[in-house]
């Protein structure tokens, strides 16, 4: 199986005056393509500087890192902008519309920074909002949608670029339990048409709907184990796990 995600021995070190805090402590972890990960942790364990680092919005300060066949463990800043952009759905808890924007604008934000032109921009943005499920709702601003429908532009906005990951950080934090499962609905549904998803939970009830489950505690991986969803998955897509095991 293709690997998407490769950490080998990432340690993560942060100096405040005499004093140096360890937030991950030498994290090896490999994600093969299609998975469906949840990544969990208590407060101070390390899942939001993984995170942070797989998502290449900061680098390790030793270790390892290979994303979709790229070194960028020890990117400069602009290497990493580009990575990401190219590379990187991400999904965040508080949705990070633009809000004098519409859907359809907010959804092409990262064709625009990857210079493709308006037309092409226009007919992937509407593609990824039908997706989603809000193709009556593509002109509409954030303050005229429902958080959920904020969230799924959120989440259209991730697939435009058609990324090698969606990297989703509590994404049903800020929504109601109903409208919270009708978004983790989504992700599976995501996952079925072959995305590789990476969700960073504390909730888990969240993490059950991924098909594996990574637990750091004090900056180290304390348990890596499949959930009954994924052990299922396998069973009734039996190509899907002789891909994973290849």
Do not use: W
């Amino acid at each position: 199986m293709e690997e998407i995600i490769k950490t080998k021995d990432i340690v993560k070190l942060y100096v405040m005056g005499v004093e140096e805090l360890y937030a991950l402590k030498g994290v090896s972890v490999t994600i093969n393509k299609n998975e469906y990960v949840a990544i969990m942790g208590p407060s101070g364990s390390g899942k939001s500087t993984l995170m942070n680092i797989i998502g290449c919005l900061d680098t390790p300060t030793s270790g390892y890192y290979e994303l979709n066949g790229q070194n960028v463990s020890e990117m400069e800043d602009n290497e990493l902008a580009t990575v990401r952009n190219k590379e990187i759905g991400f999904v965040f808890q508080t949705f990070n519309l633009l809000a004098r924007s519409n859907a359809l604008h907010n959804v092409e934000l990262p064709l625009i920074y990857a210079g493709m032109s308006k037309s092409a921009r226009m007919e992937l943005a509407e593609e990824a909002l039908v997706k989603v499920g809000l193709q009556d709702r593509m002109k509409h601003k954030p303050n005229e949608l429902s958080g959920g429908q904020r969230q799924r532009v959120a989440i259209a906005r991730a697939l435009v670029n058609n990324p090698s990951i969606i990297l989703a950080d509590e994404p049903t934090g800020n929504l109601d339990s109903k409208t919270g499962d009708e978004i983790m609905d989504l992700f599976d549904n995501l996952h079925s048409q072959g995305n590789t998803i990476i969700l960073v939970t504390h909730e888990d009830f969240i993490a059950e709907h991924a098909h594996r489950t990574v637990r750091l505690r004090d900056g180290l991986i304390e348990t890596d184990k499949e959930t009954e969803k994924g052990i299922k998955y396998k069973l009734e897509h039996p190509q899907y796990a002789a891909a994973l095991n290849s």
